[in-house]
């Protein structure tokens, strides 16, 4: 899976807890294997919507096992490895390629907000240390740092692992755009934002999308009616199942969002977060309730054998 090309729907798995707040593996072997029967293109680890944060070196370390055990090598898997400096980033980004990753997600330090040529010396470093493909996270809601076109360019032309950047800057729509046209192809581009722009990203170019992972059927359908050329259908699909696409980008309540809905699926044991995100209130909750209730989602249907 190391030289396979990525595109189509990566999930970012959700960190499932247990009641007293310890990383669920049973669960997390219940969300992988969820994703599979979802048909997913490949599995994202360790991203912002896998609170990320909050998890030591000792449970990434066993995630990492987890996952790449229960993935069994049927589809890629891309390990976020951003960290607030370069050893760190580093350090993290070699255990990732230990481990079996396809690809390494990386985000800019996000503590002191580096200028753009901090930001070409921290890629450029993690490139010269490993052998995998690197995606440049573009995160500028969460990290705090937009990576300017011209130093994405430059940097792809410069180190031949870094191929893909997974653009989140709002709108994704127009930046996916500016990549696209100055990269010359060395460049290829996934979406982000829970794939609140997907249809638009998918008709500008993007190979692909990094969502949550709640909802990775109707990603998979949603490419799958765009290629067969059945846009108009892809488009109706799409903007149908906007409202929970919106309602997981909840600002400090995305991911309990993202797990009440696992949750009600049986698919995950709780929808514990960790701090400093904050669990959702009774009246998000009946807001999900009232989206879901007009959906055929997968992760509802009780058809899931996990």
Not at 7 to 28: C, E, H, R
Not at 68 to 75: L, N, P, Q, T, Y
Not at 161 to 175: G, L
Not at 219 to 239: G, P
């Amino acid at each position: 899976m190391k030289n396979k090309e990525l595109n189509g729907v990566f999930p970012i798995l959700a960190t499932p807890f247990t009641d007293d707040y310890q990383v669920d593996y049973q669960s997390l072997k219940r969300l992988i294997r969820f994703q599979l029967e979802a048909r997913v293109d490949g599995i994202s680890i360790f991203g912002n919507a896998s609170e990320m944060y909050t998890l030591t070196e000792d449970e990434r370390e066993l995630i990492g096992q987890v996952v790449m055990e229960e993935v069994a090598g049927k589809i890629p898997v891309v390990f976020g490895t951003g960290a607030t400096g370069i050893p760190q980033a580093i350090q993290l980004s070699k255990k990732a390629e230990q481990a079996g990753a396809s690809a390494l997600m990386i985000i800019p330090p996000y503590m002191v907000k580096p200028d753009p040529q901090r930001i070409y010396d921290y890629f450029a470093e993690i490139a010269q240390a490993v052998n995998i493909p690197i995606m440049m996270q573009d995160a500028p809601i969460a990290s705090g740092v937009s990576i300017p076109v011209d130093i994405m360019v430059k940097l792809a032309n410069n180190y031949e692992n870094i191929q893909y950047v997974k653009v989140e800057s709002p709108p994704t729509t127009i930046k996916i755009s500016k990549v696209l046209e100055q990269a010359d192809g060395k460049l290829k581009v996934f979406g982000g934002l829970n794939g609140m722009y997907l249809f638009e990203e998918i008709r500008r170019g993007a190979v692909g999308t990094m969502p949550a992972c709640e909802f990775p059927d109707v990603c998979v359908r949603i490419f799958e009616l765009f290629h067969d050329r059945k846009e108009e259908e892809a488009k109706r699909y799409f903007f149908k199942h906007l409202p929970l696409i919106r309602i997981g980008t909840l600002a400090k309540y995305a991911m309990g969002v993202h797990k009440q809905i696992l949750k009600d699926g049986g698919i995950i044991s709780t929808s514990l977060v960790r701090n400093p995100n904050v669990p959702i209130d009774e009246s998000i909750k009946e807001e999900i309730d009232l989206i879901t209730t007009e959906l055929d989602l997968l992760a509802l249907s009780g058809k899931v054998t996990i």
